[in-house]
Protein backbone atom coordinates (compact mmCIF):
# COMPACT_ATOMS: atom_id res chain seq x y z
CA UNK A 1 0.00 0.00 0.00
CA UNK A 2 1.20 3.18 -0.62
CA UNK A 3 0.96 5.87 1.42
CA UNK A 4 -0.63 9.50 0.89
CA UNK A 5 2.26 11.42 1.44
CA UNK A 6 4.23 9.39 -0.94
CA UNK A 7 1.44 9.37 -3.27
CA UNK A 8 1.32 13.45 -2.73
CA UNK A 9 5.07 13.57 -3.57
CA UNK A 10 4.84 11.88 -6.49
CA UNK A 11 2.02 13.74 -8.02
CA UNK A 12 3.06 17.39 -6.64
CA UNK A 13 5.96 17.00 -8.11
CA UNK A 14 5.44 14.60 -11.52
CA UNK A 15 7.49 11.80 -10.57
CA UNK A 16 7.38 9.64 -13.74
CA UNK A 17 9.17 5.95 -13.71
CA UNK A 18 11.42 5.24 -16.85
CA UNK A 19 13.10 2.21 -18.70
CA UNK A 20 14.99 2.11 -21.69
CA UNK A 21 15.29 -1.20 -24.03
CA UNK A 22 15.97 -2.97 -27.36
CA UNK A 23 13.03 -3.93 -29.07
CA UNK A 24 13.25 -7.82 -28.85
CA UNK A 25 11.37 -10.76 -26.91
CA UNK A 26 13.92 -10.91 -24.48
CA UNK A 27 12.93 -7.09 -23.00
CA UNK A 28 9.39 -7.10 -23.81
CA UNK A 29 8.57 -10.26 -20.99
CA UNK A 30 10.83 -8.09 -18.85
CA UNK A 31 8.76 -4.91 -19.70
CA UNK A 32 5.58 -6.65 -19.68
CA UNK A 33 5.74 -8.01 -15.99
CA UNK A 34 7.31 -4.75 -14.48
CA UNK A 35 4.68 -3.07 -15.57
CA UNK A 36 1.82 -5.24 -14.48
CA UNK A 37 4.47 -5.44 -11.23
CA UNK A 38 4.26 -1.82 -10.81
CA UNK A 39 0.39 -1.26 -11.47
CA UNK A 40 -0.28 -3.62 -8.20
CA UNK A 41 0.71 -0.39 -6.40
CA UNK A 42 -1.83 1.48 -7.73
CA UNK A 43 -3.16 3.59 -10.57
CA UNK A 44 -1.19 6.56 -10.06
CA UNK A 45 2.02 4.89 -10.37
CA UNK A 46 0.73 2.78 -13.28
CA UNK A 47 0.09 5.83 -15.15
CA UNK A 48 3.55 7.32 -14.78
CA UNK A 49 5.22 4.39 -16.11
CA UNK A 50 6.80 5.09 -19.59
CA UNK A 51 8.56 2.20 -21.41
CA UNK A 52 10.88 2.83 -24.48
CA UNK A 53 11.84 0.56 -26.70
CA UNK A 54 14.14 0.62 -29.92
CA UNK A 55 13.99 -0.71 -32.90
CA UNK A 56 15.81 -0.85 -35.93
CA UNK A 57 13.80 -1.24 -39.17
CA UNK A 58 10.01 -0.81 -37.50
CA UNK A 59 8.46 -1.45 -33.86
CA UNK A 60 7.74 -5.24 -33.69
CA UNK A 61 4.29 -6.49 -33.19
CA UNK A 62 5.30 -7.44 -29.83
CA UNK A 63 5.75 -3.73 -28.92
CA UNK A 64 2.90 -2.50 -30.65
CA UNK A 65 0.63 -4.90 -29.07
CA UNK A 66 2.39 -3.82 -25.34
CA UNK A 67 1.50 0.04 -26.25
CA UNK A 68 -2.36 -1.36 -26.62
CA UNK A 69 -2.17 -2.57 -23.50
CA UNK A 70 -0.17 -0.08 -20.98
CA UNK A 71 -0.61 3.80 -21.45
CA UNK A 72 3.19 4.72 -22.08
CA UNK A 73 4.83 2.12 -24.07
CA UNK A 74 6.63 4.50 -26.20
CA UNK A 75 8.99 3.29 -29.78
CA UNK A 76 11.75 4.71 -30.87
CA UNK A 77 13.90 4.29 -33.80
CA UNK A 78 17.50 3.20 -32.88
CA UNK A 79 19.81 5.12 -35.03
CA UNK A 80 23.52 4.08 -33.69
CA UNK A 81 25.89 2.83 -35.85
CA UNK A 82 26.32 -0.28 -34.89
CA UNK A 83 28.74 -1.60 -37.38
CA UNK A 84 32.03 0.69 -35.24
CA UNK A 85 34.44 -1.09 -33.49
CA UNK A 86 33.55 -2.27 -30.02
CA UNK A 87 30.01 -1.05 -30.16
CA UNK A 88 28.80 -0.68 -26.77
CA UNK A 89 24.95 -2.13 -26.75
CA UNK A 90 23.42 -0.68 -23.95
CA UNK A 91 24.32 2.93 -25.10
CA UNK A 92 20.74 2.46 -26.35
CA UNK A 93 19.46 3.65 -22.81
CA UNK A 94 20.45 7.10 -23.60
CA UNK A 95 20.06 7.11 -27.30
CA UNK A 96 16.19 6.12 -26.71
CA UNK A 97 15.78 8.51 -23.20
CA UNK A 98 17.40 11.59 -26.00
CA UNK A 99 14.60 11.09 -28.54
CA UNK A 100 12.22 11.10 -25.37
CA UNK A 101 12.61 14.56 -23.81
CA UNK A 102 13.23 15.88 -27.24
CA UNK A 103 9.91 14.74 -27.46
CA UNK A 104 8.19 15.52 -24.25
CA UNK A 105 10.77 17.93 -22.44
CA UNK A 106 8.67 18.85 -20.01
CA UNK A 107 8.96 15.38 -18.27
CA UNK A 108 12.42 15.77 -17.57
CA UNK A 109 11.49 17.42 -14.12
CA UNK A 110 11.89 14.32 -11.53
CA UNK A 111 12.57 10.75 -13.37
CA UNK A 112 12.76 7.36 -11.89
CA UNK A 113 15.60 5.86 -14.13
CA UNK A 114 15.48 1.79 -14.01
CA UNK A 115 16.31 -1.11 -16.00
CA UNK A 116 13.52 -3.34 -17.41
CA UNK A 117 14.45 -6.36 -14.64
CA UNK A 118 13.16 -4.79 -11.43
CA UNK A 119 10.61 -5.31 -9.24
CA UNK A 120 9.06 -2.31 -6.82
CA UNK A 121 8.41 -4.63 -3.68
CA UNK A 122 7.68 -1.45 -1.98
CA UNK A 123 7.11 2.27 -3.68
CA UNK A 124 10.16 3.86 -2.03
CA UNK A 125 9.60 7.20 0.67
CA UNK A 126 9.75 9.67 -2.21
CA UNK A 127 8.85 12.66 0.07
CA UNK A 128 12.16 12.25 1.37
CA UNK A 129 13.77 12.65 -1.92
CA UNK A 130 11.79 15.28 -4.30
CA UNK A 131 12.37 18.14 -2.18
CA UNK A 132 15.58 19.33 -3.23
CA UNK A 133 17.62 19.08 -6.42
CA UNK A 134 20.12 16.02 -5.26
CA UNK A 135 19.56 13.22 -7.46
CA UNK A 136 19.25 10.26 -5.62
CA UNK A 137 21.16 7.01 -6.47
CA UNK A 138 20.78 3.03 -5.39
CA UNK A 139 23.77 1.86 -3.91
CA UNK A 140 26.59 0.61 -6.16
CA UNK A 141 29.91 2.52 -4.65
CA UNK A 142 31.60 -1.31 -4.26
CA UNK A 143 31.62 -1.54 -8.14
CA UNK A 144 32.15 2.10 -9.50
CA UNK A 145 33.67 4.11 -6.73
CA UNK A 146 36.93 5.35 -6.81
CA UNK A 147 38.43 3.06 -4.59
CA UNK A 148 37.20 0.32 -6.59
CA UNK A 149 38.89 1.85 -9.52
CA UNK A 150 41.83 2.06 -7.56
CA UNK A 151 41.98 -1.11 -6.41
CA UNK A 152 42.04 -2.41 -10.53
CA UNK A 153 45.10 -0.12 -10.56
CA UNK A 154 46.96 -2.12 -8.12
CA UNK A 155 46.57 -5.41 -10.32
CA UNK A 156 47.48 -3.29 -13.54
CA UNK A 157 50.48 -1.63 -11.69
CA UNK A 158 51.37 -4.88 -10.38
CA UNK A 159 51.90 -6.31 -14.14
CA UNK A 160 53.02 -2.84 -15.48
CA UNK A 161 55.14 -1.63 -12.41
CA UNK A 162 55.94 1.55 -14.93
CA UNK A 163 52.63 2.73 -14.85
CA UNK A 164 51.75 5.95 -12.16
CA UNK A 165 49.25 5.13 -9.20
CA UNK A 166 46.48 7.13 -11.35
CA UNK A 167 46.99 6.16 -14.50
CA UNK A 168 43.94 4.45 -14.93
CA UNK A 169 41.48 7.18 -13.42
CA UNK A 170 43.26 9.88 -15.09
CA UNK A 171 42.53 8.34 -18.35
CA UNK A 172 39.11 7.66 -17.62
CA UNK A 173 38.41 10.92 -16.42
CA UNK A 174 40.22 12.96 -19.11
CA UNK A 175 38.11 10.72 -21.75
CA UNK A 176 34.81 12.41 -20.04
CA UNK A 177 36.28 15.67 -19.46
CA UNK A 178 36.40 15.29 -15.43
CA UNK A 179 38.16 15.97 -12.53
CA UNK A 180 40.07 12.83 -11.42
CA UNK A 181 39.78 14.70 -7.50
CA UNK A 182 36.10 15.08 -8.02
CA UNK A 183 35.25 11.15 -8.67
CA UNK A 184 37.98 10.64 -5.46
CA UNK A 185 35.59 13.34 -3.75
CA UNK A 186 32.22 11.57 -4.30
CA UNK A 187 33.35 7.66 -3.81
CA UNK A 188 30.56 7.72 -1.05
CA UNK A 189 27.94 9.51 -3.47
CA UNK A 190 29.05 6.99 -6.06
CA UNK A 191 25.50 5.20 -7.29
CA UNK A 192 24.04 3.69 -10.05
CA UNK A 193 21.42 1.09 -11.37
CA UNK A 194 18.43 2.85 -10.39
CA UNK A 195 18.10 6.48 -10.50
CA UNK A 196 15.67 9.49 -9.31
CA UNK A 197 17.04 12.20 -11.85
CA UNK A 198 16.14 15.69 -11.86
CA UNK A 199 15.96 18.74 -14.53
CA UNK A 200 17.97 17.06 -17.39
CA UNK A 201 17.00 17.40 -20.85
CA UNK A 202 18.00 16.00 -24.58
CA UNK A 203 21.07 17.23 -24.40
CA UNK A 204 22.13 15.63 -21.29
CA UNK A 205 21.54 12.27 -22.71
CA UNK A 206 23.05 12.64 -25.90
CA UNK A 207 26.13 14.03 -24.05
CA UNK A 208 25.78 10.31 -21.96
CA UNK A 209 25.20 8.47 -25.51
CA UNK A 210 28.45 10.04 -26.66
CA UNK A 211 30.42 9.38 -23.36
CA UNK A 212 28.77 5.86 -23.09
CA UNK A 213 30.51 4.42 -26.31
CA UNK A 214 33.92 6.47 -26.05
CA UNK A 215 34.69 5.64 -22.48
CA UNK A 216 33.85 1.51 -23.49
CA UNK A 217 36.52 2.20 -26.37
CA UNK A 218 38.77 3.81 -23.68
CA UNK A 219 38.52 1.17 -20.70
CA UNK A 220 38.83 -1.64 -23.58
CA UNK A 221 41.63 -0.14 -25.13
CA UNK A 222 43.60 0.57 -21.42
CA UNK A 223 43.05 -3.56 -20.71
CA UNK A 224 44.32 -4.38 -24.01
CA UNK A 225 47.59 -2.58 -23.44
CA UNK A 226 48.44 -3.36 -20.46
CA UNK A 227 46.38 -6.73 -20.23
CA UNK A 228 46.06 -8.66 -16.31
CA UNK A 229 43.23 -11.25 -16.94
CA UNK A 230 41.97 -11.12 -13.17
CA UNK A 231 41.22 -8.43 -11.50
CA UNK A 232 41.03 -5.86 -14.92
CA UNK A 233 38.10 -3.31 -14.98
CA UNK A 234 35.10 -4.72 -14.97
CA UNK A 235 33.99 -2.92 -18.63
CA UNK A 236 30.29 -3.70 -18.66
CA UNK A 237 29.81 -0.36 -15.93
CA UNK A 238 31.07 1.63 -18.93
CA UNK A 239 27.46 3.24 -18.60
CA UNK A 240 27.05 3.47 -15.15
CA UNK A 241 30.46 5.63 -15.27
CA UNK A 242 29.04 8.11 -18.25
CA UNK A 243 26.05 9.16 -16.31
CA UNK A 244 27.30 9.28 -13.28
CA UNK A 245 30.27 11.33 -14.17
CA UNK A 246 28.24 13.51 -16.83
CA UNK A 247 26.13 14.45 -13.59
CA UNK A 248 29.07 15.73 -11.85
CA UNK A 249 30.05 17.29 -14.64
CA UNK A 250 26.82 19.36 -15.03
CA UNK A 251 27.72 20.45 -11.22
CA UNK A 252 24.64 18.42 -10.14
CA UNK A 253 24.80 16.58 -6.52
CA UNK A 254 24.24 12.70 -6.04
CA UNK A 255 23.49 10.83 -2.71
CA UNK A 256 22.74 7.35 -2.35
CA UNK A 257 19.89 6.71 -0.07
CA UNK A 258 18.67 3.64 1.64
CA UNK A 259 14.73 3.96 0.36
CA UNK A 260 16.99 2.98 -3.02
CA UNK A 261 18.72 0.17 -1.64
CA UNK A 262 17.81 -3.10 -3.52
CA UNK A 263 18.50 -6.83 -3.52
CA UNK A 264 19.78 -9.37 -5.91
CA UNK A 265 18.83 -12.66 -7.58
CA UNK A 266 21.48 -14.43 -5.45
CA UNK A 267 19.13 -12.95 -2.37
CA UNK A 268 17.30 -14.61 -0.19
CA UNK A 269 13.08 -14.10 0.42
CA UNK A 270 13.73 -12.65 3.70
CA UNK A 271 16.14 -10.30 1.73
CA UNK A 272 14.29 -9.27 -0.89
CA UNK A 273 11.61 -8.23 1.31
CA UNK A 274 14.07 -5.79 3.25
CA UNK A 275 14.25 -3.87 0.06
CA UNK A 276 12.54 -1.53 -1.89
CA UNK A 277 13.74 -2.42 -5.16
CA UNK A 278 14.52 -6.12 -6.43
CA UNK A 279 16.62 -6.55 -8.91
CA UNK A 280 17.32 -9.73 -11.39
CA UNK A 281 20.51 -9.67 -11.84
CA UNK A 282 23.06 -11.98 -10.39
CA UNK A 283 22.50 -15.53 -11.17
CA UNK A 284 24.70 -17.19 -14.03
CA UNK A 285 23.95 -20.49 -15.99
CA UNK A 286 25.99 -22.11 -13.36
CA UNK A 287 24.28 -20.86 -10.52
CA UNK A 288 20.78 -21.20 -11.90
CA UNK A 289 19.90 -24.85 -10.78
CA UNK A 290 17.48 -23.67 -7.81
CA UNK A 291 17.08 -19.92 -9.01
CA UNK A 292 15.89 -18.63 -12.01
CA UNK A 293 17.65 -17.27 -14.89
CA UNK A 294 16.46 -14.87 -17.26
CA UNK A 295 19.40 -16.02 -19.57
CA UNK A 296 17.51 -19.27 -20.84
CA UNK A 297 14.75 -16.78 -22.13
CA UNK A 298 16.72 -14.42 -24.02
CA UNK A 299 14.45 -15.53 -27.26
CA UNK A 300 11.35 -17.00 -25.75
CA UNK A 301 8.44 -15.60 -24.21
CA UNK A 302 8.52 -16.36 -20.29
CA UNK A 303 4.53 -16.49 -20.06
CA UNK A 304 3.85 -18.85 -23.28
CA UNK A 305 6.66 -21.03 -21.66
CA UNK A 306 5.22 -21.61 -18.77
CA UNK A 307 1.47 -21.59 -19.61
CA UNK A 308 2.99 -24.47 -22.04
CA UNK A 309 4.34 -26.49 -18.89
CA UNK A 310 3.47 -25.27 -15.59
CA UNK A 311 5.76 -27.47 -13.59
CA UNK A 312 8.61 -25.25 -15.43
CA UNK A 313 9.59 -23.50 -12.38
CA UNK A 314 9.01 -26.28 -9.75
CA UNK A 315 12.73 -26.63 -9.06
CA UNK A 316 13.51 -22.62 -8.00
CA UNK A 317 13.73 -22.67 -4.03
CA UNK A 318 11.41 -21.00 -2.06
CA UNK A 319 13.64 -19.49 0.24
CA UNK A 320 15.66 -17.86 -3.33
CA UNK A 321 14.32 -14.03 -4.03
CA UNK A 322 13.38 -15.79 -7.91
CA UNK A 323 10.49 -17.36 -6.37
CA UNK A 324 9.01 -14.10 -5.88
CA UNK A 325 9.71 -13.04 -9.65
CA UNK A 326 8.79 -16.84 -10.53
CA UNK A 327 5.27 -15.96 -7.98
CA UNK A 328 4.52 -12.84 -10.61
CA UNK A 329 5.14 -14.29 -13.90
CA UNK A 330 2.90 -17.00 -12.90
CA UNK A 331 -0.05 -14.52 -11.66
CA UNK A 332 0.48 -12.70 -14.99
CA UNK A 333 0.48 -15.44 -17.34
CA UNK A 334 -2.30 -17.15 -15.81
CA UNK A 335 -4.36 -13.83 -16.40
CA UNK A 336 -3.65 -13.94 -20.07
CA UNK A 337 -6.16 -15.31 -23.10
CA UNK A 338 -5.12 -18.92 -23.99
CA UNK A 339 -2.24 -19.22 -26.72
CA UNK A 340 -2.94 -19.48 -30.21
CA UNK A 341 -0.98 -21.69 -32.14
CA UNK A 342 1.29 -19.37 -34.42
CA UNK A 343 1.52 -20.15 -37.87
CA UNK A 344 5.40 -21.40 -38.91
CA UNK A 345 6.93 -19.88 -42.24
CA UNK A 346 9.09 -21.34 -44.40
CA UNK A 347 10.22 -18.69 -46.78
CA UNK A 348 11.11 -14.74 -46.35
CA UNK A 349 12.71 -11.64 -48.08
CA UNK A 350 15.59 -10.32 -45.77
CA UNK A 351 16.06 -7.19 -47.36
CA UNK A 352 19.32 -4.79 -46.96
CA UNK A 353 21.98 -2.96 -48.58
CA UNK A 354 24.03 -5.81 -47.72
CA UNK A 355 25.52 -8.81 -49.82
CA UNK A 356 23.78 -11.05 -47.74
CA UNK A 357 19.88 -9.31 -48.80
CA UNK A 358 18.14 -12.17 -50.17
CA UNK A 359 15.07 -14.71 -49.99
CA UNK A 360 15.84 -17.81 -46.89
CA UNK A 361 13.86 -20.70 -47.62
CA UNK A 362 14.43 -23.09 -44.02
CA UNK A 363 15.98 -26.38 -44.57
CA UNK A 364 13.74 -28.79 -44.14
CA UNK A 365 16.19 -31.71 -42.71
CA UNK A 366 19.67 -29.76 -41.18
CA UNK A 367 19.35 -28.68 -38.05
CA UNK A 368 21.56 -26.88 -35.19
CA UNK A 369 21.09 -26.91 -32.01
CA UNK A 370 17.31 -28.11 -32.36
CA UNK A 371 16.79 -25.44 -34.65
CA UNK A 372 16.34 -25.27 -38.70
CA UNK A 373 19.02 -23.82 -40.93
CA UNK A 374 17.97 -20.77 -43.54
CA UNK A 375 19.38 -21.14 -46.62
CA UNK A 376 19.89 -18.08 -49.01
CA UNK A 377 18.58 -18.72 -52.61
CA UNK A 378 21.95 -18.50 -53.91
CA UNK A 379 23.41 -20.45 -51.27
CA UNK A 380 25.71 -18.06 -50.71
CA UNK A 381 24.24 -17.64 -46.57
CA UNK A 382 22.36 -19.40 -43.96
CA UNK A 383 21.11 -18.13 -40.46
CA UNK A 384 21.68 -20.51 -37.97
CA UNK A 385 20.49 -20.95 -34.02
CA UNK A 386 23.61 -20.29 -32.28
CA UNK A 387 21.92 -20.58 -28.55
CA UNK A 388 20.59 -17.14 -27.69
CA UNK A 389 20.26 -15.49 -31.27
CA UNK A 390 20.04 -16.17 -35.11
CA UNK A 391 23.30 -15.33 -36.30
CA UNK A 392 23.31 -14.96 -40.34
CA UNK A 393 26.78 -15.95 -41.76
CA UNK A 394 28.44 -17.43 -44.82
CA UNK A 395 28.32 -20.63 -46.01
CA UNK A 396 31.84 -21.45 -46.02
CA UNK A 397 31.42 -21.72 -42.34
CA UNK A 398 28.46 -24.59 -42.25
CA UNK A 399 31.37 -27.13 -42.40
CA UNK A 400 32.77 -25.76 -38.93
CA UNK A 401 29.67 -24.45 -37.26
CA UNK A 402 29.29 -24.33 -33.78
CA UNK A 403 27.81 -22.08 -31.13
CA UNK A 404 30.59 -19.32 -31.68
CA UNK A 405 30.84 -19.14 -35.40
CA UNK A 406 30.51 -15.27 -36.05
CA UNK A 407 28.53 -13.83 -38.39
CA UNK A 408 27.42 -10.43 -40.33
CA UNK A 409 23.76 -9.85 -38.47
CA UNK A 410 21.67 -11.53 -35.63
CA UNK A 411 18.53 -11.39 -33.90
CA UNK A 412 17.34 -12.20 -30.58
CA UNK A 413 13.75 -12.76 -32.01
CA UNK A 414 12.01 -16.28 -31.45
CA UNK A 415 12.23 -16.90 -35.56
CA UNK A 416 14.68 -15.14 -38.09
CA UNK A 417 11.61 -13.65 -39.69
CA UNK A 418 10.17 -11.76 -36.81
CA UNK A 419 12.49 -9.02 -37.51
CA UNK A 420 14.42 -6.71 -35.53
CA UNK A 421 17.91 -7.80 -36.78
CA UNK A 422 21.33 -5.53 -35.38
CA UNK A 423 21.51 -4.07 -39.23
CA UNK A 424 19.47 -1.75 -40.89
CA UNK A 425 17.05 -4.19 -43.07
CA UNK A 426 13.02 -5.35 -43.89
CA UNK A 427 11.84 -8.54 -43.54
CA UNK A 428 8.79 -9.59 -46.10
CA UNK A 429 7.11 -13.18 -45.11
CA UNK A 430 6.90 -14.66 -48.63
CA UNK A 431 5.34 -18.51 -47.60
Not at 38 to 44: A, L, T, W, Y
Not at 98 to 127: A, C, M, R, W
Not at 235 to 255: C, H, P, S
Not at 296 to 306: G, I, R, S
Amino acid sequence: MVSSDTLEAIKKHNLIFVSAQPDTIYFHWQVELYLYQFSKHGPEIADRCYALFGYRDKPSLYAQELAKKFPHVICYKDTRNMSIPNFYIPSIQPHLFKQFLKEYPELGTNVFYHDSDIFLVQIPKFELLLNDPISYLSDTVSYIGYDYIQSSQKCYKTKYPELSDTSLIDTMCECIGISAEIVKENQGNSGGAQYLLKNLDADFWNETELANQKLYDTIKAYDTKFHIGNGSLQIWTAGMWAVLWNLWKQNKQTRIHKELDFSWATYTVKEYHSCNIFHLAGVTADSCKDKFYKGAYTNKNVFKEYLNNKTLFDTINPNSATFEYVKVIKEYAEGLPPIQPEKEHTRFLLDSKDAWSNVYTKDPVKTFMNKPLWRSSDNNYFIFYAGSSWVLTHSQYEKDLSSSTGGYASSTEEQPYNGSWNHECTIKILD
